[in-house]
Every structure is written in structure tokens, then in C-alpha cells.
T-cell receptor
Framework: KQEVTQIPAALSVPEGENLVLNCSFT??????LQWFRQDPGKGLTSLLL???SQREQTSGRLNASLDKSSGRSTLYIAASQPGDSATYLC??????????WGAGTKLIIKP | EAGVAQSPRYKIIEKRQSVAFWCNPI?????LYWYQQILGQGPKLLIQ????????DSQLPKDRFSAERLKGVDSTLKIQPAKLEDSAVYLC??????????FGPGTRLTVT
């Protein structure tokens, strides 16, 4: 059974720092991995989607990597800003085309 | 392009009462999903529709939860009767194909 873990559960860093969020999964048989952002009281916004054949995806200050063999993905945020404060979730699409989710990392960027 | 719409945004009910949530997916999206997200956890898929047929409802507590998608567009999710542990955010998502899902703002349910 696929399980997705995100560590740490919460992270607080000063504005301007670069940071890395981690996601691990137990079964390497995935179609893709997505990183989402969730703001309080709002839905989920897709940030980056990495297909299983890809190693990384970039969008602006965000870079996501995927190492399927080790069951790991990282989300790198460069030059963090207070507006980046949110909960970040990763999800893998498993062999049944279902999204299996991590519990998220709550990120706080201190001005 | 309009996004996924959900209503109500918030609902407070007492245990044993009934509640219904509504979702309007992105136009043209054949697949519709309902998720339950308990505070501090990732979303859990409750039910997936392809047009108006059910693809997966294996995690839907069928003794109290029901969902329908008449005409293959809008969908409603109902809980009857509600329990305290049903307090959560209920998210609706839709997709054009099997790859990317688009999420609505969610309905936050509090059962007292």
C-alpha cells in the first residue's frame, strides 16, 4: 500500500532564506508526483507536476525534484517571502490513477 | 475559465443532523472527485465519478454518506446522520483527463 510522508510537519524560517521541503513515498510504481499549496480556508493549488520519467520541474522560485528509485521528492523554494506562508502537500498518482497524499508541511516565513 | 465552485463554504450542524454539499466542476470536465480532509491530514478520496457513473467509492462510509452526479455535471454529497468525527473540509475536484485535478475552495464542516 502506497504511503506518503512529509517531514517536517511545520517549518519556520526568516524571509529571504532558501528552503527545502521533503516528501517520501513507499512504492516507486507511480505515474507522477505533484506539489500543492493550501492557504487557510482555501482549496488546493497545484504548483508543480513531475512525471515519473522526469527528474525535476521548475516554476519561478520553485524547483521540485523526483528520485523515484529512492522514493523521494524535494520542493526547493528560493528567496522565501512572507507570501509563501502556507501548507505544502505532495501527492503521488499510484498505479490505480489515484492520488495518495502526504499530511503536508506548514511553512511560516517570518518578515 | 471558471474554476470549481462549491457551496456552502462553511456549515455548522449538531450531531445526528443531516447536511448536503454542492459542487459545480469546470465545464467539460468528465471526472469529479470528493475528498475529505481532516485537520492536519492530507485529503482522503471519498468518491470518484466519471460522467454520472461511480468509478471508486471504496472509502465512502456508505451507511451515512451518499453522493450523486445527475446529468454528469453538478454533484451533491450528503451526510445523514452526521457524527463528530465528520468535522473536516470537504473538497471537490474535477479533471479533464486522468492526470491533473483542479480543486474547489472546499466546505468546512463543523459537527457539534
Amino acid at each position: 500500500k502506497q504511503e506518503v510522508t512529509q517531514i517536517p510537519a511545520a517549518l519556520s524560517v526568516p524571509e529571504g532564506e532558501n528552503l527545502v521541503l521533503n516528501c517520501s513515498f513507499t512504492d516507486s510504481a507511480i505515474y507522477n508526483l505533484q506539489w500543492f499549496r493550501q492557504d487557510p480556508g482555501k482549496g488546493l493549488t497545484s504548483l508543480l507536476l513531475i512525471q515519473s520519467s522526469q527528474r525535476e520541474q521548475t516554476s519561478g522560485r520553485l524547483n521540485a525534484s523526483l528520485d523515484k528509485s529512492s522514493g523521494r521528492s524535494t520542493l526547493y523554494i528560493a528567496a522565501s517571502q512572507p507570501g509563501d506562508s502556507a501548507t505544502y502537500l505532495c501527492a503521488v498518482k499510484d498505479s490505480n490513477y489515484q492520488l495518495i497524499w502526504g499530511a503536508g508541511t506548514k511553512l511560516i516565513i517570518k518578515p | 475559465e471558471a474554476g470549481v465552485a462549491q457551496s456552502p463554504r462553511y456549515k455548522i450542524i449538531e450531531k445526528r443532523q443531516s447536511v448536503a454539499f454542492w459542487c459545480n466542476p469546470i465545464s467539460g470536465h468528465a471526472t469529479l472527485y470528493w475528498y475529505q480532509q481532516i485537520l492536519g491530514q492530507g485529503p482522503k478520496l471519498l468518491i470518484q465519478f466519471q460522467n454520472n457513473g461511480v468509478v471508486d467509492d471504496s472509502q465512502l462510509p456508505k451507511d451515512r454518506f451518499s453522493a450523486e452526479r445527475l446529468k454528469g455535471v453538478d454533484s451533491t454529497l450528503k451526510i445523514q446522520p452526521a457524527k463528530l468525527e465528520d468535522s473536516a473540509v470537504y473538497l471537490c475536484a474535477s479533471s479533464l483527463d486522468q492526470w491533473e485535478q483542479y480543486f474547489g475552495p472546499g466546505t468546512r464542516l463543523t459537527v457539534t
